[in-house]
């Protein structure tokens, strides 16, 4: 079993930037691939990036490709999205996800999930 517990949205103006974190309880998560989803009112949640469990492999979605970075300290068993040159079309909840796979960028491969944490971003 995994926790997972997001902070550090909020509300920036558009062209600024926002680091989310994700802790997690567990002593396995070292083993997981972690992943950062994101939901906007009204669409379906999508993801934004995934880490391997081991770090050699990453993904992120064309959307925000050379915005956003991922990464993970299996140490603090803690993962990051450090979002740069952020657009209000990146206002959502911000979910991370925990899958028992390796790696993994589709959804339904996501075994535990946090509460979410909001990022607006006004124009």
């Known amino acids: 079993q995994v926790q997972l517990v997001e902070s550090g949205g909020g509300l920036v103006q558009a062209g600024g930037s926002l680091r989310l974190s994700c802790a997690a309880s567990g002593r396995t998560f070292s083993s997981y691939g972690m992943g950062w989803f994101r939901q906007a009112p009204g669409k379906e949640r999508d993801i934004v990036g995934a880490?391997?469990?081991?770090?050699?492999?990453?993904y992120y979605a064309d959307s925000v490709k050379g915005r956003f970075t991922i990464s993970r300290d299996n140490a603090k068993n803690t993962v990051y999205l450090q979002m740069n040159s952020l657009k209000p079309e990146d206002t959502a909840v911000y979910y991370c996800?925990?899958?028992?796979?390796?790696?993994?960028?589709?959804?339904?491969?996501?075994?535990?999930w946090g509460q979410g944490t909001q990022v607006t971003v006004s124009p």
């Open positions: 880490i391997s469990w081991n770090i050699g492999t990453t």
């Open positions: 996800a925990a899958s028992t796979r390796g790696f993994s960028v589709v959804i339904g491969q996501y075994n535990y």
